[in-house]
Every structure is written in C-alpha cells, then in structure tokens.
C-alpha cells in the first residue's frame, strides 16, 4: 500500500518523523479513536481491527509493534474504527471474515459466517470423506463460504453456489478470484432461487443454511443482526421454514443415489425439518446433529438409491 495514496477525508497522515511510521503509532491513533468515540475496549479493538486488516494472528500486533506502517493502513483501521463505532458489526467494518481456513470478504451484502456453520462444513467432509468426484452445490451461498470451504478442503470434482442475490455473488465472486490458488476444486456460482439453478445437476452433495428465522421473530434478534445483515439471508415465511421446505422438496430431484442432504437450521425446528425429510421416502437415514453448544443444528439425510 503506497503511502502516497489519497487518504478518506478527515484522516490525517502520520507525522514526518519515520520513528512514528510504526505499527504502534497506528495502534494508538485507532485506539485513541475508538476511546473518544466511547467504544469500550479501544486498546483491544484496535489490535484487533489492524490485525484483521493485515490478515494476522490478533497476538501478532504485540510482537511487530516496531514494524513499519504506511498512511493507508492507518486510513483503513480508522474507516473501520468508525464503522465499530457506529455500531457495524466487527467483520463488516474491517471487510473481513474468518472461516475455517479462509479469510473471506464480507459486507452488507452477504450474511456473516458463523461457527455453527463451519461445523456444518465439518460434518459434510466427514461424511463425503469415503468417496471422490462428483458435484457439491452449496445453496444461498452468501458469501460463497461454504462453498470455498467444500472447494478447498473436500474431494469433490467442482462446486456450485447457488444464491437468489446477484449483489450476494459478487461477493462470492470476489472471494472465489482472490482464494483460487488455494482452491482443490473449481467453484461455479450461479444466480437463482434454491435449487433451481442447477437442473442440470446431479449432486453428491446439497448443503445450506437457508434463512430460517420467522418474520414476527426479528425483532427480538440482536441489533447488529437485524439492523445490519441482509434481510434476505435471514428471514423466511411459514414461520422460518418456507424456504427449507421448498429446499427439501426439490432436493431428491437433484441428489444422486446415496447423495448428501445436509441442512442448518433453527435448533427450535430442528425436530420439525427431521419430520419434514423423513416424510419424503427419497430419503433415509435421517439424522439430527448438535452444534458446539449442544443444541439441535443440523439435519442431515441420504438419498436412496436409483432404482
């Protein structure tokens, strides 16, 4: 990042002096930024927005103090500390996200990735893990973080989101471009609704995290969520479960024999969408998976065999 770039309005570059061109002079402006701006931690969350931006460990700060910084990393920390400020949520006012082993980019845009859904990830690798080949398709990609975690880390041939927000693929894009090297699969996003991007698809595996949470359910979610992550993603009709229904009822049409069904869902319905899969005699081996906290998050079901 050149120092000579034109910084935001507002954002004074560093002093003259080299000696204060250092990791710890951006520190302490952010901090001092956030301070006055009455973000309680400031100290902490400067550490951790600079790392976030330079892509470290959040102890690296403490251990490269003395490293030299430039005015456009200060420009960034302090665009960022003024979204915190604002109340933005920590990954979108560093443009920032981790999950698994990616960093992804997030905004507006696109739903953060949660923990629950790295460990939908997990079970999805773990059961895929025995075979090789054949198509994932990840539906309402987001992000594309599924996806790019199937693609990076599993044995599938290629790899399909699916997202009904063209405003959500192009950040799924973004991320895919910057995250290809590290890729083992070809990742492929479509737009559309559901599943019906991919009728031209047998899958090994269909897996999501479909909005499911209930319109007259938004106003108690937390401010950051409801006042900040993209209605779409979250809210769905029929009490949370319209949109995984219609997932369901499409899903054996797409699924090989022996495919994966592998949904996340509310814990509070989890039982309701097990009910839901185990009515459709395409599947079996119906399944219901807790998350960290030992709630009921997931569903999971296989497709049986072509006859």
Known sequence: MAADRPLPDGVA??????????????????????????????????R??????????????ALHGDDRADDM?????LH????????????????????????LQVDP????????????????LEVTAGARGGVAVDVGTGSGAIALALAQEGTFERVIGTDISTDALVVAAENAGALAGALRAPVEFRQGSL??????????????????????????????????????ALLSAEQGLADTRALVRSAAARLEGGG??????DARRASLVAEMVSADAAFLDVSVRFDLTGRERFVLARRREWS
Do not use: C, K
């Not at 951790?48 to 690296?60: K, N, S």
């Not at 960022?80 to 960093?103: C, D, E, I, K, S």
């Open 13 to 46: 570059p560093l002093a003259a002096n080299p000696a204060t061109h250092t990791v710890r002079a951006v520190l302490a402006q952010v901090a001092r930024a956030l301070s006055e701006a009455g973000v309680r931690a400031a100290d902490s969350q400067a």
């Open 48 to 61: 951790e927005i600079v790392a976030a931006l330079l892509d470290v460990g959040r102890h690296w700060t």
């Open 73 to 77: 990393l200060l420009a960034r920390a």
């Open 80 to 103: 960022a500390a003024r979204r915190l400020a604002r109340g933005m949520p920590f990954q979108y006012a560093v443009n920032r996200a981790a999950f698994r082993r990616l960093t």
């Open 109 to 124: 845009r696109v739903l953060i990735p949660r923990p629950e859904t790295e460990l939908l990830v997990e079970l999805v």
């Open 195 to 232: 599943l019906r991007p991919v009728a031209d698809v047998r899958a090994r595996a269909i897996v999501s995290n479909p909005p499911y949470i209930a319109f007259d359910e938004a106003a108690a979610l937390p401010p950051s969520v409801r006042d900040w992550e993209p209605v779409t």
């Open 260 to 265: 994966l069904l592998a949904l996340e869902v």
